[in-house]
């Protein structure tokens, strides 16, 4: 007894603390790759998880399971927009070599082939590059921010503005990356270390991240796009913000990412390593376990013979099989 309530004080401790405390996603972008990695230290992927989309963890607890999906929910509804924004920026601010003839050598009437209705937006975005108004591009990289006219018609005569508010209110950021990946396939006419296959991939692993459903999926497709590398360096490097990138990623696959997780990571990735042992027995509160508790039910032999009275019982004492088994 005095052994029972050793161990189970500090699992009881953990349990009050798990149920108790709310996980709240941090916004900043580094802090949010630790959590993430964090919390992912105790995934558990089985052969039917495919069929499973929201079961990420198997802890052999229930309710500890439900209560690291329910904060890795919380993480990905700040964690995946977040990124989708960063690839889609990064893709864009890569974008600008294929209006250059030296860095992308396709002519126009080959680029109408690829494109088909996507060509007069290239075009018309070229032009504005080429022009040094930048004015759609700044748009595209800014990720759709509120749009201040004013200042656009300071810079540009009305017509080409309402030009380019046509076209940038014709877009959306499926779209785009859909023209941009087009482009970036046509991998003959890319110049070495710009553009071509690897920002196809890029543009492709983003649409996959969009389009991902279910808690499995998602995890999977954020930590594909933080592996995610482009000509030269990470898909990452093009953004001022993520010059940390690189070292946390070392850092990662050094050390646990829980050491520079966000306090409420660690509330909770510390309590259920605590409770899941690292592989070992879980240790659960006593009601969870009274629940559990399971009445007999007997094998399928007996039930058969229950459903079915009058069929022989071929292991009962005086059959072949009841006296080989003794």
Request: proline share 6%.
């Amino acid at each position: 007894m005095k052994l029972r309530s050793i161990v189970s004080a500090p699992a009881t401790a953990s349990w009050r603390l798990l149920r108790e405390f709310a996980y709240s996603a941090p916004s900043d972008p580094e802090t949010l790759f630790y959590d993430f990695y964090a919390i992912m230290s105790l995934s558990g992927f089985g052969p039917n998880t495919r069929h499973m989309p929201d079961k990420v963890f198997s802890t052999g607890s229930r309710e500890l399971d439900h209560e690291l999906t329910v904060t890795l929910a919380e993480l990905i509804s700040v964690l995946k927009p977040q990124l989708l924004n960063v690839v889609f920026k990064s893709a864009v601010a890569e974008f600008f070599h294929a209006f250059f003839p030296s860095s992308y050598s396709a002519s126009d009437e080959h680029i109408e082939n690829i494109l088909g209705d996507y060509a007069p937006v290239f075009f018309v975005w070229r032009e504005d590059w080429q022009n040094k108004t930048h004015t759609l591009w700044n748009m595209a990289r800014a990720v759709f921010t509120t749009i201040d006219k004013n200042r656009l018609y300071q810079q540009n005569s009305q017509a080409t503005v309402d030009n380019l508010l046509a076209i940038y209110r014709s877009l959306d950021r499926h779209r785009l990356m859909s023209m941009m990946e087009m482009i970036y396939a046509d991998e003959k006419h890319w110049a070495p270390n710009v553009g071509g296959e690897a920002w196809r991939n890029i543009c492709e692993s983003w649409a996959d991240l969009s389009e991902a459903n279910g808690l499995w999926a998602i995890t999977q497709q954020i930590d594909h796009i933080y592996d995610l590398v482009h000509n030269t360096a990470s898909v990452f490097s093009k953004i001022p913000e993520y010059d940390w990138f690189k070292e946390a990623l070392d850092f990662k696959y050094a050390n646990d990412p829980l050491d520079r997780a966000s306090r409420g990571m660690n509330i909770i990735v510390r309590q259920a390593r605590l409770l899941a042992g690292r592989g070992g027995r879980i240790m659960e509160p006593e009601e969870t376990k009274e629940k559990k508790k399971i009445p007999y039910q007997p094998g399928w032999r007996a039930t058969l013979t229950q459903k079915h009275p009058d069929m022989p019982n071929p292991y009962a004492e005086d059959s072949p099989a009841g006296k080989i088994t003794e």
